[in-house]
């Protein structure tokens, strides 16, 4: 048995669910987010949908508002990151690297 390095990597797929909009934080960097809807079946059961938001930082987040729609389907490859909200209530979200349209 070998000892691996850590490793963060998520990679979902599925369905856009509301326009990603390009906004620019104090510094100059560009950001976005938007919510991408999954759907696990379940055998002899209910699927399950589950909403993961997805946030794209520089380049990532140019590409991600000039390439996807609502209702379009895309895969997403990324890190999952926490943070919290004004409320101080943790938040998860996925940071985009690349989107595969």
């Excluded at 938001?53 to 000039?66: C, D, H, L, P």
């Excluded at 729609?69 to 990324?78: D, K, M, S």
């Amino acid at each position: 048995m070998y000892v691996t390095k850590d490793i963060n990597k998520v990679i979902l797929g599925g369905t856009v669910i509301n326009t990603p909009e390009l906004r620019t934080t104090g510094n100059g960097t560009k950001v976005t987010n938007f919510v991408l809807q999954t759907v696990s079946e379940i055998p002899h059961g209910d699927a399950v949908v589950r909403m993961h938001k997805i946030i794209g930082w520089g380049q990532v987040a140019q590409e991600i508002v000039s390439s996807i729609a609502v209702g379009q389907r895309v895969t997403v490859e990324g890190e999952l990151t926490y943070h919290n909200d004004k409320d101080g209530v943790m938040v998860a979200e996925i940071k985009a690297y690349r989107l595969f349209i």
